[in-house]
């Protein structure tokens, strides 16, 4: 259970959320990623935006693919590209925690290794959390695991330990192929 004491805006300004299919604004690349500091009041200058936007573009290894097309409406970037956007959009505002719902599902092979490597990196400064109904993705990308079955925790625990030697019966069963 969570519990927060504090302002949707603050809880928002916390939380980044990445869906299963990207979702640009309808506005330029560069509002797009700069929206989040703009609405909660972190940037001060011009300077300052056009900072975090490029920083936040670099970040998702989008910078060199859009840098001389910042005006250009995100909706016209590639899947791939879209969901980079997305990505460069939520750690704008400096989360603490990605909140991400089967981030390269509707990707190919070569974008859902981009955004899985991405995912690597920025695990080293937020907290990711990751809803996937891929077993290798979660395997591949993920330090601690949780399995769920019918909307109930079943067990937790390191990935390794999880994947190779589960506790429970269901959860063996799910790694297994013989429910699911």
Same mark, same amino acid.
């Given at each position: 259970?969570?519990?927060?004491?504090? &302002?949707?805006?603050?809880? *928002?300004?916390?939380? #980044?959320?990445?869906?299963?299919?990207?979702?640009?604004?309808?506005?330029?690349?560069?509002? $797009?990623?700069?929206?989040?500091?703009?609405?909660? &009041? *972190?940037?001060?200058?011009?300077?300052? %935006? !056009? !900072?975090?936007?490029?920083? /936040?573009?670099?970040?998702?290894?989008?910078?060199?693919?859009?840098?001389?097309?910042?005006?250009?409406? #995100?909706? %016209?970037?590639?899947?791939?590209?879209?969901? +980079?956007?997305?990505?460069?959009?939520?750690?704008?505002?400096?989360?603490?925690?990605?909140?991400?719902? !089967?981030?390269? /599902?509707?990707?190919?092979? %070569?974008?859902?290794?981009?955004?899985?490597?991405?995912?690597?990196?920025?695990?080293?400064?937020?907290?990711?959390?990751?809803?996937?109904? /891929?077993?290798?993705?979660?395997?591949?990308?993920? *330090? +601690?695991?949780?399995?769920? *079955?019918?909307?109930?925790?079943?067990?937790?625990?390191?990935?390794?330990?999880?994947? =190779? =030697?589960?506790?429970?019966?269901?959860?063996? $069963?799910?790694?297994?192929?013989?429910?699911?």
């Amino acid at each position: 259970m969570f519990f927060y004491c504090g &302002s949707k805006q603050a809880l *928002h300004a916390r939380i #980044g959320m990445l869906f299963q299919k990207p979702n640009p604004f309808p506005k330029s690349i560069f509002e $797009n990623v700069v929206y989040g500091p703009r609405i909660h &009041s *972190h940037v001060k200058t011009k300077t300052d %935006v !056009e !900072e975090i936007a490029e920083r /936040s573009l670099h970040r998702a290894g989008l910078w060199l693919e859009v840098k001389d097309r910042l005006q250009e409406p #995100g909706t %016209v970037l590639s899947g791939r590209q879209q969901q +980079r956007l997305c990505i460069a959009r939520a750690n704008t505002v400096k989360p603490r925690i990605i909140l991400a719902g !089967e981030p390269a /599902s509707a990707l190919d092979p %070569v974008a859902t290794a981009v955004i899985e490597e991405l995912i690597d990196e920025l695990r080293k400064i937020y907290t990711i959390v990751i809803v996937t109904h /891929s077993m290798q993705q979660a395997a591949r990308v993920s *330090h +601690r695991t949780a399995f769920f *079955h019918m909307g109930i925790m079943v067990e937790t625990g390191a990935t390794k330990a999880l994947f =190779t =030697t589960p506790c429970d019966e269901r959860t063996q $069963n799910y790694i297994s192929g013989r429910i699911g």
